[in-house]
């Protein structure tokens, strides 16, 4: 078990920025996903990790030590990868005892652990099978299973779940988080699956365009995005945004719409040289006849005890999630209200959220 | 409504059937067709067994006889020199010894010693198999790099690989003949083994590239996080997953360096001469022997044969390889 620092690490390929001044810390024992839209250089962090790519410039640290340019082998460390790598000329036992026979560990010792592993992941019964007819969750426990018999410091996971099918990835992002819970290991998960992330995380870290925008837990990432960006990669459907008019000051509670007032967290920042950007989660938004914002209903989706209604406004295309004891009809004038103390502001020149009584809040709880 | 039912029922069993008619009768059709093909190219390789244990007269007899008496007359021709003697003296030899002396004495000879057969082949096998295994050796090194490494000048040398198979090797034949005799490899199984090895190494690397680039790369990635070496997940994880390819690359290599004519002709005379330009030139009585020509050509076919089927399932998997992945 080890805590795994990264200090700068930047990774360039010829012009192209992979991975661009990273720098955060995996605790110890945590679950640590990395999430971002394909290309934004989270894989090849995982891979500079795990030794498979050498980084351009900045260290990585295992327990304190300083593994940067030493051979994947040498890292104690163990990768899962997507499209699991098993041997196609092994069967089970063989490839679950690889990395112990590459150790050259006793027989009895590889045969138990190996036993042991298997049970653990319930593939027993499949030891000496091939692993060519094996369906794909247990080639992925098979996967899991030649990871967790290293006993490695840490465990590197590319996108485990990518070649499952739905239904199958929600039983596996529960298999692994158990397993997560009995190995207590190190473990870094990479995934664009946001749904995927956000049930298995104890620390979210989210990358767009080769650089690290925020890392926090599933729940903070959610209600206090640090950018637009995440704002808009983080929940189902994403946050609404609104653009708002005028400067605003530190101290300002309300923020200008289309002539309408709407309120907002306390900014603790000046915005003066740029205009704000509200983001509202589908749920922060309610329908109601003295709503500030007006607008026309589009479409209006039924999903079980809840429904989406998209509104058509004057500042475009929203989403609100509302429970299903509202009744609206498509095409029919509506008004909306606004969890005032749910709204992200953004600055519409950086997309940063900028600070307010909703980040304060977010640090005193 | 039940009757529509039933007409309705009824038409998709008949279509059914159909269907499952029509693919049968297309089995048998394609069946046939396999059975025409093999027969046809099989009526060579018959012709040249059949002449093989003909007697020479047989085998210039016209119309040709289909049914003959079968005799080791080409076999014994083949592996052996002789010289015509008078009747009196054959007479006067006493009982033959063996099969063999008896068959000669037939037609007039005694055997003077072994002919140069046995050596031709042997050239053939080491220079064959020398060269072919040279060239998947070096075809395998040079396939992984290329498929694996950043390699300056990639695509150009690749290219370059690929333009010596794009005339035909006899053109550079004179070059490599004045070449060859200012390096003392004229007429040497080293000089062949090189230059059989130098004309396959271009198939060898450009059809095991293909297959490298089938394998993932998390292979040996998987077996570097666990703690091998590059040159460890080579020969545990590369290897046994190229094995399909490597077989069928040797194969072919094995083929042509095998059947090769004209550089073996060229090049090599009394001492590293190979079997191919040996076997036309067998003479026997009143010209070319031609069932010992034969009986030499079937012993030539052998070992490919036995290779080629010894081989067979990974030349199968090797050529349906990339159809079907992971």
């Not at chain 2, 094995?243 to 040797?250: C, D, V």
């Amino acid at each position: 078990m080890a805590e795994i620092r990264i200090e700068n690490l930047h990774k360039t390929f010829g012009d192209f920025t992979a991975v661009r001044d990273s720098s955060f810390t995996v605790k110890d024992g945590e679950f640590f996903v990395m999430l971002g839209p394909s290309g934004c250089g989270k894989t090849t962090t995982l891979r500079m990790i795990a030794g498979l790519e050498l980084p351009t410039s900045g260290r990585i640290y295992l327990d304190g030590e300083d593994v940067t340019n030493r051979r994947g082998g040498e890292r104690d460390i163990a990768f899962v990868f997507q499209l699991f790598a098993l041997y196609p000329h092994m069967n089970v036992r063989k490839n679950i005892s690889f990395p112990l026979r590459m150790e050259g560990r006793p027989r009895k010792e590889i045969r138990e652990r190996t036993e042991e592993v298997a049970r653990m992941l319930q593939i027993d019964h499949l030891l000496d099978s091939p692993v060519g007819g094996l369906s794909s969750g247990d080639r992925q426990r098979v996967a899991l299973g030649r990871a967790v018999v290293r006993r490695a410091k840490a465990f590197l996971m590319d996108e485990p779940l990518g070649a499952l099918d739905a239904q199958f990835r929600e039983l596996m992002c529960e298999e692994l988080r158990l397993l997560h819970l009995r190995v207590k290991a190190t473990t870094v998960y990479v995934t664009h699956d946001q749904i995927e992330a956000m049930s298995m995380a104890d620390r979210i870290c989210i990358m767009n365009n080769a650089e690290v925008l925020q890392i926090g837990p599933p729940s903070e990432v959610y209600a206090r995005p640090a950018t637009r960006f995440v704002a808009g990669f983080v929940g189902s459907p994403a946050m609404n945004f609104i653009a708002g008019e005028g400067g605003l000051e530190a101290g300002s509670e309300a923020v200008q719409v289309r002539g309408s007032r709407i309120a907002i967290p306390r900014l603790h920042e000046d915005l003066t040289s740029s205009e704000a950007i509200l983001g509202a989660r589908p749920e922060h938004i309610r329908i109601s006849d003295q709503g500030a914002l007006r607008g026309r209903v589009f479409a209006v989706e039924y999903m079980g005890t809840r429904q989406l209604i998209t509104v058509d406004t004057d500042s475009g295309r929203l989403r609100v999630r509302a429970p299903n004891t509202v009744r609206v009809n498509d095409g029919e004038a509506i008004g909306l209200d606004f969890d005032s103390e749910k709204i992200v502001v953004f600055d519409s020149r950086t997309d940063r959220a900028v600070a307010s009584a909703l980040q304060a809040g977010g640090q005193r709880g | 409504m039940s009757a529509a039912a039933a007409s309705t029922t009824s038409a998709a069993t008949t279509k059914a059937h159909s269907v499952v008619e029509s693919s049968s009768r297309g089995k048998w059709l394609a069946g046939l067709l396999v059975v025409a093909y093999a027969l046809i190219t099989l009526i060579p390789l018959v012709w040249i067994l059949a002449t093989s244990l003909k007697s020479p007269p047989d085998s210039i007899s016209y119309p040709p006889k289909v049914i003959f008496e079968p005799s080791m007359e080409g076999y014994v021709n083949l592996f052996t020199t002789r010289s015509r003697q008078t009747e009196e003296y054959i007479e006067n030899l006493g009982p033959a010894e063996t099969w063999y002396d008896e068959i000669v004495r037939k037609r007039n000879m005694v055997i003077v010693g072994p002919s140069r057969f046995l050596d031709r082949y042997m050239n053939s096998v080491v220079i064959g198999f020398g060269s072919t295994f040279l060239a998947v050796f070096l075809g395998t090194l040079a396939a992984y790099g290329f498929s694996r490494f950043k390699v300056p000048l990639k695509d150009d040398l690749l290219f370059f690989i690929l333009s010596t198979r794009m005339m035909p090797p006899i053109a550079v034949a004179i070059p490599i003949y004045l070449m060859y005799r200012e390096l003392g490899l004229s007429d040497t199984a080293l000089g062949m083994i090189l230059l059989y090895t130098a004309v396959n190494v271009s198939l060898s690397v450009w059809l095991l590239k293909g297959f490298m680039d089938e394998i993932p790369r998390e292979y040996e990635e998987a077996a570097v996080v666990d703690g091998y070496t590059r040159l460890q997940a080579f020969w545990k994880v590369v290897l046994p997953q190229a094995r399909a390819g490597i077989a069928a690359t040797a194969i072919f290599c094995l083929i042509f360096a095998w059947n090769e004519y004209a550089f073996a002709l060229l090049l090599t005379s009394g001492n590293a001469q190979t079997a191919p330009p040996f076997i036309p030139i067998i003479i026997g009585e009143g010209g070319l022997d031609w069932p010992a020509v034969a009986a030499g050509t079937t012993l030539f076919l052998l070992p490919i044969v036995f290779f080629t089927v010894l081989l067979r399932n990974q030349l199968l998997r090797g050529i349906t390889f990339g159809a079907v992945r992971k």
